[in-house]
T-cell receptor, first 118, second 118 residues
Framework: GAVVSQHPSWVICKSGTSVKIECRSL??????MFWYRQFPKQSLMLMATSNEGSKATYEQGVEKDKFLINHASLTLSTLTVTSAHPEDSSFYICSARRGTPSSYNEQFFGPGTRLTVL | AQSVAQPEDQVNVAEGNPLTVKCTYS??????LFWYVQYPNRGLQFLLKYITGDNLVKGSYGFEAEFNKSQTSFHLKKPSALVSDSALYFC????????????????FGKGTKLSVKP
């Protein structure tokens, strides 16, 4: 099956610093990548959708200047949390979908990144 | 608006007994339905999906789900539960308004924690 990796798996940073999270599709080309945020014991909330080479589409209520998304290639998307604050602490999960946009194409999920802001 | 409901926060089952994790949906068109499993501090793993055809869908690890259009349900089932099945299970629906589009993100239920006791 298709594999999606995330790096780092766990990061602790000081308040006010920026953190970059990478998401890679290891064995397929991801036309579309999704970034989700998951709070403890809650469901996944979609933050943004990105297509390779174009600007990300952010969900309502997600600050695009705070959560910078770059989908520079068909195998790599990055999420940068700028000027992180303790309330940004969460589990961030990326997902990638391969091939042409189609409702039949599955989304494959990365293992997640645990961000803790002190 | 499209939505997915998982009415049970937690399901407890004895090992060897059958299990059911419930899911109902509300969409404007014909739904594409998915089940994912999440182990602690891990990303989501795909279990199975319903796109069209046979209402009974078989997936990974012995799981199956039945699409019931009249009841708008897609309950996850397994004839004989294993302790290793203990995890968080998410039902999801593909937004039918974005079929074929560049988005087509998944809408997730809040999740159901499955606990299988020896």
């Amino acid at each position: 099956g298709a594999v999606v990796s995330q790096h780092p798996s766990w990061v602790i940073c000081k308040s006010g610093t920026s953190v970059k999270i990478e998401c890679r599709s290891l064995d397929f080309q991801a036309t579309t990548m999704f970034w989700y945020r998951q709070f403890p014991k809650q469901s996944l909330m979609l933050m943004a959708t990105s297509n390779e080479g174009s600007k990300a589409t952010y969900e309502q209520g997600v600050e695009k200047d705070k959560f910078l998304i770059n989908h520079a290639s068909l195998t790599l998307s990055t999420l940068t949390v700028t000027s992180a604050h303790p309330e940004d602490s969460s589990f961030y999960i990326c997902s990638a979908r391969r091939g042409t946009p189609s409702s039949y194409n599955e989304q494959f999920f990365g293992p997640g990144t645990r961000l803790t802001v002190l | 608006a499209q939505s997915v409901a998982q009415p049970e926060d937690q399901v407890n089952v004895a090992e060897g007994n059958p299990l059911t994790v419930k899911c109902t949906y509300s969409v404007s068109g014909n739904p594409y339905l998915f089940w994912y499993v999440q182990y602690p501090n891990r990303g989501l793993q795909f279990l199975l999906k319903y796109i069209t055809g046979d209402n009974l869908v078989k997936g990974s690890y012995g799981f199956e789900a039945e699409f019931n259009k009249s009841q708008t349900s897609f309950h996850l089932k397994k004839p004989s539960a294993l302790v290793s099945d203990s995890a968080l299970y998410f039902c999801a629906v593909r937004d039918p308004l974005n079929y074929g589009g560049s988005q087509g993100n998944l809408i997730f239920g809040k999740g159901t924690k499955l606990s299988v006791k020896p």
